[in-house]
């Protein structure tokens, strides 16, 4: 047992690399495109560190080119789900008691790993088989996830060395414990760090646990479990299991063994497993913990102050950035009328630049939308405007899934700020405008506060600070991750940890210490180094 208290490292925001012309990375990271793209993988489960083949397949395709075969991975089922449980409790008898340093030093290398020789292989995969440019995978395999291994390292230390006061002759102090059972981690598509992130903290935290990667995303869950396990993580701590979701989430919400889910993904899904987990409280050993971040309806606000160029900027990254397929993404804007048209005029001059297309071309903007039926919802999103009398097409307003599931990114301009696609969920590259008199501010205020039932992300944008400080009171509830003349998207670990409130989640915020406070179980441990020997009160004395 050591005998020293370690102090980790400090942890500072990895660094985004620039993906310059002629620059070795550029070079490197096209070479691993290439290789990536030749091979088709066969993805195995990993269950208590074993690889199981079930053969029955499923396809990871690239968006881009969706007759592309990237890897045929096993489906799991309910039975594998069983082994999955039994691989976890044997791994927790082990892993829950670990030292909290050593389990920090597998996180710790993971991130280094990531950071140096794993770098190209996360973020190729993310590329091919989530289809994001080379900035956007840069951001989110490499950066945000190696930020999310060490700055939860950092929290953990954080949270244990917060102990309470010790009055004389007494000795209080806490322990942080693992969860009795398992977590069971339900990850999305759209940003691979969130996938490691959701299985990683409450591992950090000593808890084991069952990942169900999404469909769209098995490719680079994969190669993110495969880090885990070269950062030398334990068998069973971490089980991989991609699988029918209705099957594979009926079999582990059902069991007495459950302790926890961390999710990210629909609205929909996330009140199904909050239900289900209700209608089971009775089965488990104890109440589960439920965090889940689930959906967005982002807007962006502007005064008639603000700056044209800069809110035109924001609102092409803040909406088409990986096809707006960020639960962040900007999908709504109320822009004064006497501003709009310069507004308008440089949307059209930007997108008219901004290219669409494959990854591997590094000199497009955004490239497809996940699959086939993202394509149709966002399509169908189109036609609607198309032959709506309440909305006009402004810009792009294309769609074409012949070679792969491309959306042009598209503004609608609407003057009812009620339009369906200004109130729907749609995650895809489409943002509807809604200019309004400037003489109607409160009342626009109002109105984007409760047009939505999401309260994710939002932006602002004014000059003069006494407006900042009125618009920031006004949605102080529409909006869990807020922005003041910025695009609302773009959440750094560690300086704005993320989540959101109302049908958004349950605001936990990722990257942060409350988050890691889910995860774990709290004893308190009072110590009397001078016990009493009388059990009589003065009070009780006759005099």
């Given amino acids: 047992m050591a005998n020293a208290y ?13 993906y310059a012309p002629g620059s070795p990375e550029r070079a490197s990271v096209k070479k691993r495109l290439e290789e990536m793209s030749n091979q088709v993988y ?18 990871s395709v690239m968006p881009h080119n969706h007759k592309h075969v990237l890897a045929r991975y096993h489906l799991a089922d ?10 976890s409790q044997e791994a927790w008898k082990t892993w829950s008691e670990m030292p909290w340093h050593e389990r920090a030093g597998v996180f710790l290398k993971a991130a280094e790993l990531l950071a140096g020789p794993w770098r190209d292989t996360i973020n190729a995969a993310t590329m091919l088989g989530q289809a994001k440019t080379i900035q956007q995978a840069e951001i989110d395999a490499a950066c945000e996830l190696i930020d999310f291994l060490r700055f939860n390292v950092h929290y953990m230390t954080r949270l244990f060395e917060d102990q309470p006061y010790s009055p004389k002759p007494t000795w209080n102090r806490v322990e942080h414990r693992a969860l009795e ?25 000593g808890n084991v646990v069952l990942w169900k990667p999404s469909d769209t995303a098995v490719y680079s869950n994969y190669f993110v479990m495969r880090l885990l396990e070269e950062a030398g993580l334990p068998p069973g701590v971490i089980n991989f299991i991609p699988g029918p979701p209705a099957e594979i989430g009926a079999a582990t919400m059902a069991r007495p063994e459950l302790a926890g889910v961390h999710f990210t993904g629909s609205t929909g899904t996330f009140q199904y497993l909050w239900k289900t987990v209700g209608e089971n409280i009775e089965k488990y050993h104890a109440y589960p913990r439920v965090v889940g971040e689930t959906g967005g309806k982002d807007f962006v606000f502007a005064h008639e102050s603000a700056e044209p160029v800069a809110l035109a900027n924001a609102l092409v990254r803040g909406a088409f950035e990986y096809s707006g397929q960020k639960c962040s993404a900007a999908s709504r804007a109320y822009v004064p009328t006497n501003i709009w048209p310069e507004v308008k005029k ?3 001059e930007y997108l008219a630049e901004a290219k669409t297309g494959d990854v591997a071309d590094f000199s497009n903007f955004t490239s497809a939308v996940i699959d086939k039926r993202s394509f149709d919802k966002s399509s169908a999103y189109l036609a609607h405007a198309r032959e ?19 959306v042009q990114p598209t503004v609608i301009e609407t003057h009812n700020p009620h339009y369906k696609s200004m109130v729907e969920e749609i995650f895809g590259p489409i943002l509807t405008v809604y200019p309004y008199d400037p003489a109607k501010l409160d009342e626009t205020l109002e109105l984007c506060d409760k047009t939505s039932p999401y309260a994710l992300t939002g932006a602002v944008w004014a000059k003069e600070r006494g407006t900042i400080v009125k618009l920031t009171n006004a949605l102080k509830h529409a909006a869990g991750n807020f922005y003041v003349n910025d695009r609302p998207t773009g959440s750094i670990v560690g300086q704005q940890p993320f989540g959101g409130g109302r049908a958004s989640g349950t605001n936990d915020k990722a990257g942060s210490m409350l988050n890691l406070l889910k995860w774990t179980s709290v004893r308190s441990i009072k110590e009397n180094f001078v016990p009493p020997k009388e059990y009589a009160y003065p009070h009780m004395l006759d005099s």
Avoid: W
């Fill in 78 to 87: 309910a039975s594998h789900v069983e082994q999955a449980i039994a691989a």
């Fill in 181 to 205: 059972g398992f977590i069971f981690a339900v990850t999305p598509f759209n940003f691979t760090a969130i996938g490691g992130n959701l299985c990683c903290a409450p591992a950090m935290m």
């Fill in 42 to 59: 066969e993805i195995p489960l990993i269950i208590g560190g074993k690889e199981i083949k079930t053969g029955k397949f499923g396809e």
């Fill in 6 to 18: 370690f102090k980790v490292p400090e942890p500072v925001n990895e660094p985004v690399r620039g």
């Fill in 346 to 348: 440089l949307l059209g």
């Fill in 388 to 406: 709506s009398s309440e909305a006009e097409i402004l810009f792009g307003g294309e769609a074409d899934d012949s070679v792969g599931y491309f």
